[in-house]
T-cell receptor, first 115, second 113 residues
Framework: KAGVTQTPRYLIKTRGQQVTLSCSPI?????VSWYQQTPGQGLQFLFE???????NKGNFPGRFSGRQFSNSRSEMNVSTLELGDSALYLC??????????????FGEGSRLTVL | AQSVTQLGSHVSVSEGALVLLRCNYS??????LFWYVQYPNQGLQLLLK??????LVKGINGFEAEFKKSETSFHLTKPSAHMSDAAEYFC???????????FGAGTRLTVKP
């Protein structure tokens, strides 16, 4: 069974640009979560999508957005990039469900560098 | 809202010594607790999880953790450290009525020969 796949793995952008990251969850998983990981702030929750709906959201500005498609694949977008957006963006999938005790399965991440 | 606190951002042990990584949680409802490991330039891999069954949970690579409600703790241990255990370890909490998982700041484990 294929794991969580994130593309691209590495990318470099300049301030003011926008970026779109993609995540393909494990087959059968309906929930996709996104995290930002930086040395200073650690792992911070961005948002979670389930059945094409954003179900949970962390404390990030509106420049950070996402969506989920009917096949559970998800994208996140960051507009008007700032230097502080440089980070490893991790996607994780899980089977589903509020109340589900299931763990998250993580991809290897997309490392974004903003110059 | 749930949260976890990991005590010690860096832990260094000698090969063969006991590994103890500390995690305390805060949750208004019975929590689900997890330990993940991250190797350089990789995503997170689940070591073990507590979901209100046995309080002593055994995971992969010889790790285990004990849920102590009275101490709101979920410390990770391994009797004998191996060089390959060097990595960053994250404790995480998820409440039953909410599917977002919150992580601690992480503990970097160094294993000395």
């Amino acid at each position: 069974k294929a794991g969580v796949t994130q593309t691209p793995r590495y990318l470099i952008k300049t301030r003011g640009q926008q970026v779109t990251l993609s995540c393909s969850p494990i087959s059968g998983h309906r929930s996709v979560s996104w995290y930002q990981q930086t040395p200073g702030q650690g792992l911070q929750f961005l948002f979670e999508y389930f059945s094409e709906t954003q179900r949970n959201k962390g404390n990030f500005p509106g420049r950070f957005s996402g969506r989920q498609f009917s096949n559970s694949r998800s994208e996140m977008n960051v507009s008007t990039l700032e230097l502080g957006d440089s980070a490893l963006y991790l996607c994780a999938s899980s089977l589903a469900g509020a109340g589900d005790t299931g763990e998250l399965f993580f991809g290897e991440g997309s490392r974004l560098t903003v110059l | 809202a749930q949260s976890v606190t990991q005590l010690g951002s860096h832990v260094s042990v000698s090969e063969g010594a006991l590994v103890l990584l500390r995690c305390n949680y805060s949750s208004s409802v019975p929590p689900y607790l997890f330990w993940y490991v991250q190797y350089p330039n990789q995503g997170l891999q689940l070591l073990l999880k507590y979901t209100s069954a046995a309080t002593l949970v055994k995971g992969i690579n010889g790790f285990e953790a004990e849920f102590k409600k009275s101490e709101t703790s979920f410390h990770l241990t391994k009797p004998s450290a191996h060089m390959s255990d060097a990595a960053e370890y994250f404790c995480a909490v998820k409440s039953g009525n909410n599917n977002d998982m919150r992580f601690g700041a992480g503990t970097r484990l160094t294993v000395k020969p």
